[in-house]
């Protein structure tokens, strides 16, 4: 009996993010010769909007091919450039080296300092941001978003009954009439819609949602900067080094009597890195 081959060892890439919003790619591979790429493929479950799902590539068109040249004795290097365009999406990376097939990555030393609490400039007409990370299987993969416009919440503040959002939009105008905007999901409030007056100074904003008036269920926070004759745009927090807020940044729930009865409720991120209120009715 022919024993089986041994499975190639795992490739290692460091990753260093830049305050632009780049990436770096450094990986370990000694022997190598010949032509290289660094290959990201869009997980064909996020391209039709979908939820994260084990590595399931995409179609030709959501596949990135980045040349990897030597930079020192067996490391090769790629650059992922905030200017070059990667949609939305969850991008798993592979090394396609001369001597085989794609080898999927596994993270080395990661350091994404400079993506922490950075402004972008907004010449490019969107934000972009990319964030890499290790997948429960402990493989390299790259969260991208690429939004324009953008609002961006920067506090997130309880207050007696309700919340408090601050945050700051990119790539567009307030005009008279701007509000946010709080969308139920189907089954909470049989798609009823609230609008809460916001506040304004320059690109910043900041408006309280009470909690009383909200009916049981998930609620989706967007910003309407022009009103009603404008764009809709959804509330996240993408400028920071935290690939998945959900688990990381958890806040307090409040107890509130409402017309439906006694409820908790309180924001939270959702697994997009958007924000939304759930509102549950208190267990008897």
Known sequence: MTPSATPAAPLRADCIGDSAGGLTFDVAARGTTGAALLVLRRRATDAAGAADAPDAPGGADDTVSLPLAP??????????????????????????????????????????????????????????????????????????????????????????????????????????????????????????????????????????????????????????????SGPRVRLARLLDDIADKHPVLTYPRARVETPHGPVTAGPHYTRDNDLSLTVAPLEP
């Open 71 to 228: 930079v020192a004795e067996g490391r090769l290097r790629a650059a992922l450039p905030s200017s070059v365009a990667l949609p939305e999406g969850r991008w798993d990376a592979y090394a396609l080296l001369s001597d085989g097939e794609p080898r999927r990555l596994v993270p080395g030393v990661t350091d994404l300092r400079p993506l922490a609490d950075r402004t972008p400039g907004g010449l490019l007409g969107h934000v972009a941001v990319r964030i890499p990370y290790a997948t429960r299987q402990g493989n390299l993969t790259v969260r991208s978003w690429l939004r324009a416009p953008h609002a961006e919440t920067t506090d997130l503040r309880p207050e007696d009954g309700g919340l408090t959002v601050r945050g700051r939009v990119y790539g567009t105008r307030f005009a008279p009439g701007a509000h946010a905007e709080l969308r139920a999901r189907p089954g909470a409030g049989g798609g009823d819609v609230r609008r809460p007056a916001v506040a304004v100074e320059r690109s910043e904003f900041a408006f309280t949602v009470p909690y009383a008036g909200l009916a049981p269920g998930v609620w989706d926070v967007w910003l309407r900067p022009a009103g009603e």
